[in-house]
């Protein structure tokens, strides 16, 4: 049997989630015994369009994305979305509070014209969507078990669950009890809570539970003296994309 | 003579998207330009209206591979905004972090962007099976360079720990300890990189050009990455808050990116700008490699910049050693980093491995973002990149089309680009 082809491909984004793929030092050659890696724009020459799974990472912003996103999806049996540009829009959609024309104007000034640029959408805003790894970026060994999960044919695992479930596995101080907002109850896990274990509060960057018990988490937080309000500044960093939006 | 007519839409093993264009016509070179068409990315707007604490956590997100040069320039900012001055020992251990990113985005360049063409294939993959150690050492200190972000910010993207006016939590001692044991096992393997690159040759090209980087500030005897003046080849120096004398940057619509201009037409930034401007303040065992790689400062052949990471790479590598020793001499302690925010503006430069960048925000006294600026080093490079290519094709035009193909490439890989960075705005105001 011949090996699975993956090919990566970036939209408007950091590269950083690619980079985390790079960043696999220990397990990359292991890797590279499994799967044959055909395209990767970051780190290699080689451009074939015959690939099995396909990893994108980024947003789509500009119409002239679109084309290339649906020829990925003709050629590639599977569509994963990595990282929360991809998957949410992420940071890219903080600035879709502001009307595009509006920000081209301030960026570009009387040369705006000159410039494509609409709402940072991701991308099952166009194409159909298989997975999604989520983050900003990418968990090392989230990608990895995503990777081992598709090659035997399993569906790759969703995490959804609080990110305080993993922070307290690691028996982290718990931040809200010391007064400092965190997004941990809300968010989806998968990460290992690095953010909390590094003593610094979740951001949201993977994204809600699909069922936040917003009740329960409003009593928690009111129990440490905190409001929604408090933690919720921190829903637009990450989370500012709409689903409406999706077809405007 | 063969006329050429290249069109390299977006460029391989470079960061985020950018394009290689063209034509000559009877001999004569019409067109011979790079041109940034990443899509734009808005960040300073999406600072304006963030509290203090956020905008960190925001701007890194501009870049995977600098993600901590990102975050320390925007915390010095932030800092030098609110007149926040961080301890001495924030500021070691912030200068080992940098040390870490430039470990690993200069072997990151080095082995998996630039070497696969010098090695005549077109990624490190291939050489997985036929140069194994290479690539397995090329793996080992990549590594090292995470595993030093790991254990002092996190994670290298995107780093957690960094705040302004310190950590949100401090390294564990043995750890560091620990790494700094494996800088020291890993110099045989950063001697085996420089033998490795001493017998590459790298392309001819000689132009003199304007060399801008942090330089020492006060006599200061530091090869300056963290902290300095901004200096100039032509004989100039500024504070970080004059940045915008520097950079001057302007629209041009072929580009996503601004471009920027000081005295000369273009001007360079990046590990080659460093060395030129900073020679004298390498270790003498970064001033041997060079010798031993037959780098003179200051030189003018940008396909060197390549060669002066080699040598910054043991520099970095023996000056970790040295500074892990500090921060564990001095021990390291609790700090009360509380601060007030409060009204400024401010500006932040750090040499992030591709070059000098620039972070300034205007806080309001709430430590609300006013208006934002990121200036990067690859914005500040494209020009300079497209005089370049414009003295490079006349003296290669007699060559086949895939040799001036991959000559204009590996010029632009010499730069080690981070177009992603690259497409900014600026100038946001909020009335």
């Known amino acids: 049997m011949s090996k699975p082809r993956i090919a990566f491909f970036d939209f408007s984004c950091c590269e950083g989630c690619q980079l985390q793929v790079l960043n696999c030092e220990d397990e990359l050659l292991d890797l590279l015994a499994l799967v044959d890696i055909v395209q990767f724009r970051e780190a290699m020459t080689e451009a074939d369009w015959n690939f099995d799974i396909a990893f994108v990472e980024g947003s789509i912003t500009r119409e002239q994305d679109e084309p290339r996103l649906k020829k990925i999806r003709e050629a590639a049996k599977l569509v994963i979305a990595i990282g929360a540009c991809s998957g949410m829009a992420g940071i890219n959609a903080i600035r879709n509070a502001m009307p595009v024309d509006k920000a081209k104007e301030i960026v570009y000034g009387n040369k705006k014209d000159a410039f494509e640029s609409t709402f940072a959408r991701p991308i099952d805003t166009v194409i159909k969507v298989d997975g999604y790894i989520p983050g900003c970026p990418i968990d090392r060994k989230d990608f990895l078990r995503t990777v081992q999960a598709l090659l035997v044919g399993k569906k790759p695992p969703d995490h959804d669950y609080p990110v305080c479930q993993e922070c307290r596995l690691r028996e982290n101080e718990c931040l809200l009890t010391v007064g400092i907002p965190c997004m941990g109850p809300i968010t989806r896990g998968g990460c290992d809570a690095i953010e909390p274990t590094f003593g610094s509060p979740c951001i949201g960057c993977r994204g809600l539970v699909s069922e936040a018990n917003i009740e329960s988490c409003k009593q928690m937080l009111e129990k440490h003296g905190l409001t929604i309000e408090d933690i919720s500044k921190y829903m637009t960093i990450f989370n500012s994309f709409q689903k409406e939006e999706k077809h405007a | 003579m063969p006329d050429h007519d290249i069109h390299v839409h977006y460029v391989t093993r470079v960061e985020g998207h950018g394009d290689i264009v063209c034509k000559t016509n009877n001999g004569v070179v019409e067109k011979a330009e790079f041109n940034v068409v990443e899509a734009p990315r808005f960040f300073e707007a999406a600072c304006v209206g963030r509290a203090h604490y956020e905008i960190k956590d925001i701007v890194t997100r501009i ?369």
């Open chain 2, 63 to 431: 870049c995977g591979i600098c993600a901590c040069g990102h975050a320390l320039a925007s915390l010095r900012a932030s800092e030098a905004a609110m007149s926040i001055e961080p301890s001495e020992q924030t500021v070691d251990l912030r200068k080992i972090v940098l040390h870490g990113e430039t470990i690993q985005s200069h072997f990151l360049h080095t082995y998996f962007l630039a070497a696969p063409d010098f090695l005549g294939v077109g990624s490190v993959i291939p050489l997985a099976s036929s140069h194994k150690d290479v690539v397995v050492r090329a793996l080992k200190l990549k590594k090292l360079g995470n595993d030093i972000s790991e254990t002092i910010v996190g994670r290298h993207v995107h780093p957690i720990t960094l705040k302004i006016n310190g950590f949100s939590k401090l390294p564990d001692p043995a750890a560091l300890k620990a790494i700094q044991k494996r800088v020291i096992e890993a110099l045989p393997d950063i001697e085996a990189t420089v033998d490795l690159f001493s017998t590459i040759k790298v392309p001819e090209l000689y132009r003199e050009t304007e060399y801008i980087s942090l330089g020492p500030t006060n006599g200061d005897k530091e090869y300056p990455f963290y902290d300095g003046d901004i200096i100039s080849s032509l004989g100039q120096s500024y504070r970080p808050s004059n940045y915008q004398q520097v950079c001057n940057e302007e629209v041009d619509p072929k580009h996503t990116a601004k471009l920027c201009k000081h005295k000369a037409p273009s001007y360079q930034v990046g590990a080659l700008a460093r060395f030129n401007n900073n020679y004298n303040l390498l270790r003498p065992e970064a001033k041997k490699i060079a010798e031993k790689l037959n780098l003179k400062a200051p030189n003018h052949n940008p396909y060197n910049i390549t060669m002066a990471q080699v040598v910054e790479a043991v520099h970095v590598a023996y000056d970790l050693i040295d500074l892990i020793d500090k921060v564990l001499t001095k021990g390291i302690k609790e700090e009360n980093n509380k601060y007030q925010p409060k009204a400024g503006t401010g500006a932040g430069a750090v040499e992030v491995p591709r070059g000098i960048l620039f972070h300034s925000y205007k806080y309001d006294s709430n430590g609300i973002c006013q208006w934002a600026d990121c200036v990067i080093p690859t914005t500040q490079n494209v020009r300079n990149i497209n005089e370049d290519m414009k003295t490079l094709v006349p003296t290669i035009i007699g060559k086949s089309q895939e040799e001036v193909s991959l000559l204009l490439q590996m010029l632009l890989r010499a730069y080690d680009p981070c177009i992603s960075c690259s497409t900014h705005l600026i100038n946001v105001r909020f009335e």
